[in-house]
């Protein structure tokens, strides 16, 4: 059984960094995409950044040069690096697993975990 668990949210200033962790289990690292989805009240699930087992990044054009997606495929744990938080990026935050299609549709994602809370406040 495939478990997706994040951690690492929480409340932050404007200008502020965090650093989400997605530790997975049961789950065996391919070539597909696993990447961190956002999703703010009233609105829908965007892709925030993917990585896949190559290491090939991708990123919305809103994080662009502020967040950093890595993995530790020996601990197989996934992050993401953020900086320079900005109170429009106060949103659940979601890992996802296994996606063989672009990497931004949450359509194509096998596996979830439950979400972490980011708060930014100006």
Known sequence: QV???ESGGGSVQSG???RL?????????SSSWMGWFRQA????REGVAAINSDGITRYADSVEGR???SQENAKNTLYLQMNSLKPEDTAMYY???DSSRPWSLPIGYKYWGQGTQVT???
């Open 3 to 5: 478990q997706l668990v």
């Open 67 to 69: 967040f950093t997606i």
């Open 16 to 18: 502020g960094s965090l």
């Open 41 to 44: 009240p009233g609105k829908e």
């Open 95 to 97: 890992c996802a697993a």
């Open 21 to 29: 962790s997605c530790a997975a289990s049961g789950y065996t690292r």
């Open 120 to 122: 930014v406040s100006s």
